[in-house]
């Protein structure tokens, strides 16, 4: 049965949630050896209660040290040393975000910083900040300039949405009827678009048959490297349970297997081995895209440009470059050629993350102008009242943001939308399915990056876009139960990539990159903050103030470079 599936993922999101919440990570043999136990709910438990204080890595050593402690009372465990921390730390990021990390000196304070992206909650100071608004600049009408976009109405559709759909409550009922529909969806999509899949036949009757190849289709339970190189998969169906196993001489089919992560349904082709307990793999298959792949196209030549990652409250906001597109979209400014484009845009997509938030990581609001939520977005909508009123905009939260931290995240309160009133605004969840003039639209904030920079080793945090054909291969946003990307138990999986969009837009990772693959067009959409002081400690540089735009006629994307000047 499906339900089988969560034994071991119940037990590991339960080890890692216990510690998450104190704010340390669990090294993989850490994890993998509190696994091990009779009963790792206990064991973990009796971990928590031993730790005097929480470390911000938890290592093998430390577990076995404490294990060792006769007397079940809380006693103090040595601490990792800074010089210590800082070599995990360099080697856990460098290669996460691809490239060699700098060497950095780290205080004792640097310390406490923790992943931007985590939720976690803290409190602010109760002393007063000095609070900086990003100022609104006047606009002045243009004579003469005539944007072909205004002679146009606007037409958008909402495909899929989860807003107004959310029927989760978070009991085993729900997630049982997330990984049912999961595996449906994706199951069909195998057996009706890959050829390779035609004859697949559920576990347990492959199991027990003599064809000389066998072709299955699962949910991966399990999937590791032996001591010998091998990798393992461990598939599950609705009928039984199969052990698959790339053999590590044949390299092509084991870069195959090393792409496979938890919790995602692929099929594998293969052949029993002689006493029926293994399944040689001779191909994985992703559902993956056609390469006749046929994209939609607008029958007028408008433009939507797509606008990610603004952070309004952050100390680091662009302001200047960001004055600088409002003056441009207006028609102030650039040659002809860039004021051509200006007046063609008729739809503005913001994926994610538009203002910087509250409490989203330790000592934050040392870095934030803006220290009341509710003020970030009235400032921010005091900035987008200066978008073009023929101009339809698209907005949709991401982690950063005043929604629930699971994902897939309905869109805004009302109390947030009603700032934006009067304008040309039509809020949406995250992740959504739109078109726009015919043109469909496949919009994710992309917190889930670093969960597949982390579980595939050749993808790297600053290549999103290598990343999100990945995702496309795969039909699925954000497979991992238990990672970075907190999910919620839908009845429905909305992170399921179950059509084909023309444009896959994702943020979050402040990088501005195009590419296309068959015929869809990827696009990261850059932010509007420089460096954080986090970003800086792990040498990672953001590709901020620009502007990706893709012409919904002929597919062309051009690039708007505000951190230039005109």
Partial sequence: MIG??????????????????????????????????????EFTSFITKNLQEFPLILTLNQVKQIENISQVETLPVEPIKSQEVKEIQTKMYSEIFGGEIKSVILEENDLEFDDPDKEDQIKLPDEKIEESIPHVIDIKKVKGWKPKAKEYDSE??????????????????D????????????????????????????????????????QIVGIVKEVRTTSNGHRLIELEDESDTATCIALKDNRDILNMANEVVLDEVIGIRGQLSKNGDLVVIKNVVYPDISIQNERHKSDVSLYAAFLSDIHIGSKQFMEDEWQSFLRWINGEM?????????????????????????????????????????????????????????????IQPGNHDAVRPA??????????????????????????????HGVEVLSYHGQSLLDYATNIQHL????????????????????????????????????????????FVTGHVHLAQISDYRGITLINASSWQTQTSYQKMLNFV?????????????????????????
């Fill in 156 to 173: 958008i559709e909402i495909i899929k949405d989860i807003t107004g759909n959310s029927v989760c409550e978070g009991t085993t009922d």
């Fill in 542 to 566: 953001p590709d901020s103030g620009k502007l990706p735009i893709v012409n919904l006629k002929s597919g062309n994307v051009t690039m708007m470079d505000f951190s230039k000047k005109f």
């Fill in 175 to 214: 997630f049982t009827k997330l990984f049912v529909d999961r595996y449906s969806v994706l199951r069909n999509i195998l057996r009706k678009q890959r050829r390779e899949l035609a004859n697949a036949i559920p576990i347990d009757r492959a199991k027990k048959s003599d064809f000389k190849e066998i």
């Fill in 4 to 41: 089988i599936v969560f034994d071991g993922i119940f037990y590991m999101n339960s080890i890692i949630k216990s510690f998450s919440e104190h704010g340390t990570f669990v090294q993989p043999d850490t994890l993998e050896y509190i696994l091990s136990k009779e009963n790792p709910k």
């Fill in 460 to 503: 790297k945090y600053n290549e999103p876009v290598e990343i999100m054909k990945v995702m496309l291969r795969k039909h699925h946003l954000a497979p991992i139960y238990g990672g970075y990307t907190p999910l919620a138990p839908e009845h429905l999986d909305y992170m399921v990539i179950n059509r084909i969009p023309d444009i």
């Fill in 334 to 394: 650039g040659n002809s050629r860039q004021k051509d484009v200006a007046g063609k845009i008729k739809y503005l997509v913001i994926p994610g993350d538009v203002v910087d938030g509250i409490g989203i990581y330790p000592q934050q609001d040392k870095e934030l102008s803006i220290v009341d939520v509710y003020r970030q977005y009235e400032a921010l909508a005091d900035q987008l009242r200066l978008i073009p009123d023929h101009i339809s905009m698209i």
């Fill in 407 to 436: 994902e897939p995240q309905p869109t805004f309160e009302k109390e947030i939308q009603d700032l934006f009133s009067g304008m040309n605004m039509n809020f949406v969840g995250n992740p959504c399915y739109f078109s726009l």
